[in-house]
């Protein structure tokens, strides 16, 4: 049996062609990162990432009258980052009822840039929700992990740079909190106890 599988919709948007609009008042892009394998023990159960369609689709949109517009597409990195972690983060099991299913959602994307923060930075702020289940779809963990980056304008030639940059630390921000986190998430662990001899 396989220790992983990710399931997405069947018109699941999970990578966009990169392209810039820079003017006085907007910034189009799309983030784009790549995320290192985990340095943790696999957990010998199976792991399901079920990815839906907003979340694989995903698009911060800016359009303010106080704050100049900003379109930030994390969809395909945020995807990268939760098969990245999950596709390691377990190594399988016999028994088919060791299975626990992981959907995440974005719940918030803020942002910050120096007019604002009164410094030459830039600073991203995500709150993801991990809702974890069993096979027949008992509720296990709701999980809040919030990621934050930033990047100081000395270092980055443009807005787009900083806010990419300072999107691609947050995101690995989570993705550490997910990896190390996972096995001792209360709620993970009591059901990861409960299950250690069939494990």
């Not at 892009?29 to 990432?49: K, Q, S």
């Not at 106080?66 to 999950?86: G, M, Y």
């Not at 000395?154 to 940059?165: G, V």
Request: aromatic residues 10%; hydrophobic residues 40%.
């Amino acid at each position: 049996m396989m220790a992983f599988q990710s399931i997405r919709p069947l018109f699941a948007v999970t990578s966009i062609t990169l392209s810039i609009l820079l003017t006085a008042c907007s910034s189009s892009f799309v983030v784009d990162a790549d995320f290192p394998r985990p340095l943790v023990e696999p957990i010998p159960i199976n792991g399901e990432l079920v990815l839906t369609d907003e979340f694989s689709t995903y698009v911060f949109v800016e359009d303010t009258e106080t704050r100049d517009d900003l379109e930030v597409d994390i969809s395909n990195a945020q995807v990268k980052l939760f098969e990245t972690i999950t596709g390691h983060l377990f190594s399988g099991s016999d028994n088919p009822q060791n299975l626990l299913v992981i959907t995440p959602s974005l719940e918030d994307f803020q942002y910050a840039v120096p007019r604002e923060t009164r410094a030459e930075i830039y600073e991203i702020w995500l709150k993801y929700r991990v809702q974890v289940m069993t096979k027949d779809g008992e509720p296990i963990a709701d999980w809040l992990i919030t990621g934050y980056g930033k990047t100081p304008t000395a270092f980055m030639k443009s807005r787009q740079q900083s806010i990419d940059l300072a999107t691609t630390i947050a995101l690995r921000d989570v993705g550490g909190q997910l990896s190390i986190g996972f096995g001792r998430q209360p709620d993970i662990r009591a059901w990861l106890d409960d299950r250690e001899e069939q494990i």
